[in-house]
């Protein structure tokens, strides 16, 4: 059965902390890998992963996908209070597969 | 236990007919939420509901969508008149309630409009 796990399920850090959430992924066709932050009632899109190896950036926030290893990382630079959410990540296969998320709280 | 389920999980329809999609939540989750994902898009919502009633319906893209929930647990989702650009995976999540921000997705359904 397809399935998406994220760690860690918690992160607690201090503003200016960078962070680094995982993503691992186990799915057949596999299409592509999506991120997104989760504040309030819709999930805000980040990133969206087809290709091993290539960064993708926007700002304090970057990820890489290892489709050999099977498994993405996020990244978050130096962290704001602002980014304090629940980060989703999901794998478009045959269905889409969503991970529990990870609860990032960033302290000031 | 059991988490959100939906049906069915593919649907292939010709242009012009209607379709339905059903959304199943976890039992106990108040809030219920309709989502679209088009091909290399991110997460587009389209309704939410707490209970049986849609406080929000925002994001529904025109009036051939409409969604309903009965009971406050199962909802469907139809699209009349179906178009080729309705085709995506129609998502379904639900919490415990919307000052929740932890949603549960289902699987998804992938609609195909040919």
């Known amino acids: 059965e397809d399935k998406v796990v994220q760690s860690p399920l918690s992160l607690v850090v201090h503003e200016g902390d960078t962070v680094t959430l995982n993503c691992s992924y186990e799915?057949?066709?596999?299409?592509?890998l999506l991120w997104y932050k989760q504040e309030k009632k819709a999930p805000t899109f980040l990133f969206m992963l087809?290709?091993?190896?290539i960064e993708k950036k926007s700002g304090r926030l970057s990820s890489i996908l290892d489709k050999k290893e099977l498994f993405s990382i996020l990244n978050i630079t130096a962290t704001q209070t602002g980014d304090s959410a629940i980060y989703l990540c999901a794998v478009e296969s045959n269905d889409m597969r969503f991970g529990a998320g990870t609860r990032l709280t960033v302290k000031p | 236990g059991a988490g959100v389920s939906q049906s069915p999980s593919n649907k292939v329809t010709e242009k012009g007919k209607d379709v339905e999609l059903r959304c199943d939540p976890i039992?106990?989750?108040?809030?219920l939420y309709w989502y679209r994902q088009s091909l290399g898009q991110g997460l587009e919502f389209l309704i939410y509901?707490?209970?049986?009633?849609?406080?929000?319906k925002s994001g529904l893209p025109s009036d051939r969508f409409s969604a309903e929930r009965t009971g406050g647990s199962v909802s469907t989702l139809t699209i009349q008149r179906t178009q080729q650009e309705d085709s995506a995976v129609y998502l379904c999540?639900?919490?415990?309630?919307?000052?929740?921000?932890?949603?549960?997705f289902g699987p998804g359904t992938r609609l195909t409009v040919t």
């Open positions: 999540a639900s919490s415990l309630g919307p000052e929740y921000y932890e949603q549960y």
């Open positions: 087809t290709s091993s190896g």
């Open positions: 799915v057949t066709n596999f299409r592509s």
């Open positions: 509901f707490q209970g049986n009633s849609a406080p929000d």
């Open positions: 039992s106990g989750h108040t809030a």
